[in-house]
């Protein structure tokens, strides 16, 4: 079951942001949902993604990878690798 959410923006704000997600590779009722769920689990408007200048944490994330630091794995499926990224 789904609830309708209406809003309204202005037309070059909406083909904007519809271009960014595309680029994403998701569309927007799935972009916004994922806003929801992000601000659910924050308990607030959550961090950004951004298709421009990587963020220090994802190129530290790079770094742990190319490095074998960090690494958690390797997984026997796709969801076991999945869950263990949203473990606490």
């Known amino acids: 079951m789904s609830a309708t959410v209406q809003i309204r923006v202005e037309p070059g704000l909406k083909q904007e942001v519809q271009s960014i997600f595309r680029q994403l590779g998701v569309d927007t009722t799935t972009a916004v949902n994922m ?3 992000q601000c659910v689990r924050e308990r607030g408007i959550p961090v ?11 190129l530290e994330a790079i770094s742990n990878v ?13 969801e076991d ?3 263990s990224m949203l473990e606490d």
């Open 35 to 37: 806003f929801f769920r």
């Open 48 to 58: 950004n993604l951004y298709l421009n200048e990587p963020k220090a944490e994802l």
């Open 66 to 78: 190319e490095n074998g630091i960090n690494l958690y794995g390797p997984f026997a499926t796709a």
């Open 81 to 83: 690798a999945v869950k």
